[in-house]
């Protein structure tokens, strides 16, 4: 079955440490990949897209995500965190063969970030 | 960076009775959606639409549900009867025209709605 997976349900991370958020999928071919996040009282703001090409994509915000074919992953990472990056994180995908206006969305990443 | 706007922000009504949530896309888009995420739940699709019609729903979009574009600029969701399992947050999100690439999505900031 097609599914997203986001296996971390809240991570805590200090300020200025480096940041992984793990991502999965299910599916025999290669979708369309995103990473969106929702500040409180916000809407969705797209971070990154992957679509082809360079498994390394570069975001806004400082943040990155890489492709892993092998592994069916899309991880979002950022070098350094901000207190400011304190959101939920959802990973989200195109299966191709459900339509391409249609997103499936993880269950997403609470981020906390200490002091 | 333009922005989706959507209407009430909080919106709370009787089992049973109709509501309406109101969007106002980007003004050059032309496809429209509604998402909804049910507290501690993923997003949801529930609908997208395009050239005044449906182009996909998803089973969560029972009759109870319909999307109308009245006029140039307002995407409204209707839902006849509401119940309780209906309370979410209502997402709505336009995207341009694109090549057979999947367009970049922008959403608006929800629509709380509390069904009592």
């Known amino acids: 079955a097609q599914s997203v997976t986001q296996p971390d349900i809240h991570i805590t991370v200090s300020e200025g440490a480096s940041l992984e958020l793990r991502c999965n999928y299910s599916y025999g071919a290669t979708p369309y990949l995103f990473w969106y996040v929702q500040s409180p009282g916000q809407g969705l703001q797209l971070l990154l897209k992957y679509f082809s090409g360079d498994t390394l994509v570069q975001g806004i915000k400082g943040f990155e995500a890489e492709f892993k074919r092998s592994q069916s992953s899309f991880n979002l990472r950022k070098p350094s965190v901000h207190w400011s990056d304190a959101a939920e994180y959802f990973c989200?995908?195109?299966?191709?063969?459900?339509?391409?206006?249609?997103?499936?969305f993880g269950t997403g990443t609470r981020l906390l970030v200490s002091p | 960076e333009p922005e989706v706007t959507q209407t009430p922000s909080h919106q709370v009504t009787q089992m049973g009775q109709e509501v309406i949530l109101r969007c106002v896309p980007i003004s050059n888009h032309l496809y429209f959606y509604w998402y909804r995420q049910i507290l501690g739940q993923k997003v949801e699709f529930l609908v997208s639409?395009?050239?005044?019609?449906?182009?996909?729903k998803s089973e969560i979009f029972d009759d109870q549900f319909s999307v109308e574009r009245p006029d140039g600029s307002n995407f409204t969701l209707k839902i006849r009867s509401t119940k309780l399992e209906d309370s979410a947050m209502y997402f709505c999100?336009?995207?341009?025209?694109?090549?057979?690439?999947?367009?970049?999505?922008?959403f608006g900031s929800g629509t709380q709605l509390s069904v009592l």
């Open positions: 999100a336009s995207s341009a025209r694109d090549r057979g690439r999947h367009e970049k999505l922008f």
């Open positions: 639409f395009y050239n005044n019609e449906i182009s996909e």
């Open positions: 989200a995908v195109v299966f191709m063969n459900t339509g391409f206006q249609k997103l499936v």
